[in-house]
């Protein structure tokens, strides 16, 4: 096993397809800011705002309106400038042709070399890395890849706002064994635990944020048998050119 150098990949632009405000910087914020290091366009697309989750305190709208920023300035932690909100409802997503056809949509707007996104399959072993909405998501976004972004009679209302097909030659999923690309993420570990900070409604009075996050790094870096003290997260490839 060894690290990728994202010096040396084929990509030059890749947008993230998760459920919810946070997905990214609890799993990949650091993949994230090697991308923009490297040179990499990175685009966020977030299918949900995240209102169906806390504070529980606060009316639904102010709850997404404080989510949207907080993700906006998780992603400037790492050097994201462009996120979208597809604004789906949180808590109730299903791998159906609404969902493909907004991710089509994203997909054919932002034209990327590299789609990331969320598993499909079901972790019997984490009820918490299972939730139903990153099912969806990463069910929809790999219908979305192949064959609905690419095939100009899918969702012929896109062709119709002037979207034209686009194929995406690789996807990286997380949390999908065997995993395949590790990314050495030791240097630039501060921007992700600042990118994950910024999500202060949610990992404020929950975690400290440092040594989760160092611990699941360490972890996958000892799992795949990478160098001792150097900070990974993992993803596994599907070539879909």
């Known amino acids: 096993m060894d690290f990728l150098d994202l010096q040396n990949i084929a990509a030059k632009s890749a947008m993230v397809v998760v459920a919810h405000p946070d997905d990214i910087d609890f799993g990949t914020a650091g993949t994230m800011a090697s991308l923009v290091d490297a040179g990499i366009r990175v685009t966020y697309c977030l299918v949900t705002s995240g209102e169906a989750g806390a504070p529980e305190d606060l009316p639904r709208d102010e709850v997404a309106a404080l ?10 932690a790492v050097g994201v400038a462009d996120v979208r909100f597809l604004g789906l409802p949180d808590g109730a997503l299903e791998p159906n042709l609404e969902l493909r056809a907004a991710i089509s949509r994203a997909i054919r707007e932002v034209r990327p070399d590299l789609v990331i996104t969320q598993r499909a399959e079901r ?19 790999m219908a979305a890849v192949y064959p609905d972004a690419r095939n100009p009679h899918a969702h012929p209302q896109l062709l119709e706002e002037g979207l034209e097909p ?11 064994d065997p995993q395949d690309v590790f990314i050495d993420i030791t240097d630039v570990f501060d921007k992700k635990i600042a ?47």
């Open 166 to 176: 686009h194929a995406v030659p690789e996807i990286w999923v997380t949390g999908l």
């Open 67 to 76: 989510r949207e920023r907080e993700q906006r300035a998780a992603a400037a």
């Open 123 to 141: 972790n019997w072993d984490s009820v918490y890395g299972s939730h139903p909405d990153h099912l969806a998501v990463g069910e929809a976004t």
């Open 195 to 241: 990118a994950l900070s910024a999500h202060e409604s949610q990992v404020s009075e929950r975690f400290d944020v440092e040594s989760l996050l160092r611990t699941w790094a360490e972890g996958t870096t000892a799992k795949n048998g990478l160098p001792e003290g150097r900070l990974t997260e993992a993803f596994r490839r599907i070539d879909s050119a």
